[in-house]
Nanobody, 111 residues
Framework: QVQLVESGGGLVQAGESLRLSCAAT????????LEWYRQAPGKQREWVAS???????NYANSVKGRFTISRDNAKNTVYLQMNSLKPEDTAVYYC?????WGQGTQVTVSS
């Protein structure tokens, strides 16, 4: 059983930064890839970034160069550093580990 709890969302202006955190329970954290997704109002959920168990990362083209995913296995936590935020980044952000999902955290970017 795995539980994921996201935090760090909020309301910011365009160009500002936020760091999202996702804390996980369970002993498989260090052995598993993690991903961030987001869902904007009226749109389908889309993949944002992923990090493997060994720390290799991948990003959606829309966030490449602005977002950084990282993990701290000692804290069972994955992070998403979001810089140069744009209004189109406004969405609920979810972390995912295998079949498990967090409840999401709202990010709103005003222009």
């Amino acid at each position: 059983q795995v539980q994921l709890v996201e935090s760090g969302g909020g309301l910011v202006q365009a160009g500002e930064s936020l760091r999202l955190s996702c804390a996980a329970t369970g002993s498989i954290f260090s052995l598993t890839a993690l991903e961030w997704y987001r869902q904007a109002p009226g749109k389908q959920r889309e993949w944002v970034a992923s990090i493997t168990a060994h720390g290799s990362t991948n990003y959606a083209n829309s966030v490449k160069g602005r977002f950084t995913i990282s993990r701290d296995n000692a804290k069972n936590t994955v992070y998403l550093q979001m810089n140069s935020l744009k209004p189109e980044d406004t969405a609920v952000y979810y972390c995912s580990l295998g079949l498990w999902w967090g409840q999401g955290t709202q990010v709103t970017v005003s222009s």
